[in-house]
T-cell receptor, first 111, second 116 residues
Framework: EDQVTQSPEALRLQEGESSSLNCSYT??????LFWYRQDPGKGPEFLFT???AGEEKEKERLKATLTKKESFLHITAPKPEDSATYLC????????????FGQGTRLTINP | DTGVSQDPRHKITKRGQNVTFRCDPI?????LYWYRQTLGQGPEFLTY????????KSRLLSDRFSAERPKGSFSTLEIQRTEQGDSAMYLC??????????????FGDGTRLSIL
């Protein structure tokens, strides 16, 4: 069964304190791995797609990396506005177009 | 660029009532998805349309749930005889199917359903 586990469940950082979020996955065949950001009361907002091991994508203070078993979302010098829940999802080759999500990491950046 | 629009944003109803939600996808997107999200969890897939055809349904989608996408434009999700366990955020997403591509799904802000 396709499965995604994110850690930690919650993370509290000081402004400027860099860290990484982990997404471990098991999937029959990986079509793509996606990172989303979700603010309270809102829908997930697309950040990155990664397709193959070794791939990296960057956007402002965020960088996503991918291996054969896990993905990391690195946050460099975060600001309070980076506070949100970060969701990881895999899209298997089998099962049409659905995304299988992890439970998310709730990130809080204190000023 | 107009994003995915969902209506209503909030719905409160009594147990046993029927409810219907609407989703308007991004205009050029031919794929449309419904997910359900409960507090502290990631979204769970419910069903998926390509144009007007419903191509996949999750085991989570019981007989009380039905989704339609007439003419391949907007979609509706109906829940009949609502139960306490149906309380959740119902999210709609859309994407563009491209040959050889894997376009990301873009989400609306959801309909929050509360069952009294």
């Amino acid at each position: 069964e396709d499965q995604v586990t994110q850690s930690p469940e919650a993370l509290r950082l000081q402004e400027g304190e860099s860290s990484s979020l982990n997404c471990s996955y098991t999937v029959s065949g990986l079509r793509g791995l996606f990172w989303y950001r979700q603010d309270p009361g809102k829908g997930p907002e697309f950040l990155f797609t990664l397709y193959s091991a070794g791939e990296e994508k960057e956007k402002e203070r965020l960088k996503a990396t991918l291996t054969k078993k896990e993905s990391f979302l690195h946050i460099t010098a975060p600001k309070p506005e980076d506070s949100a829940t970060y969701l990881c999802a895999v899209q298997p080759w089998r099962g049409a177009q659905k995304l299988v999500f992890g439970q998310g990491t709730r990130l809080t950046i204190n000023p | 660029d107009t994003g995915v629009s969902q209506d209503p944003r909030h719905k409160i109803t009594k147990r046993g009532q029927n409810v219907t939600f609407r989703c308007d996808p991004i205009s050029e997107h031919n794929r449309l998805y419904w997910y359900r999200q409960t507090l502290g969890q990631g979204p769970e897939f419910l069903t998926y349309f390509q144009n007007e055809a419903q191509l996949e349904k999750s085991r989570l989608l019981s007989d009380r749930f039905s989704a339609e996408r007439p003419k391949g434009s907007f979609s509706t999700l109906e829940i009949q005889r609502t139960e306490q366990g149906d309380s959740a955020m119902y999210l709609c997403a859309s994407s563009l199917a491209e040959q050889g591509g894997n376009q990301p799904q873009h989400f609306g802000d959801g309909t929050r359903l509360s069952i009294l």
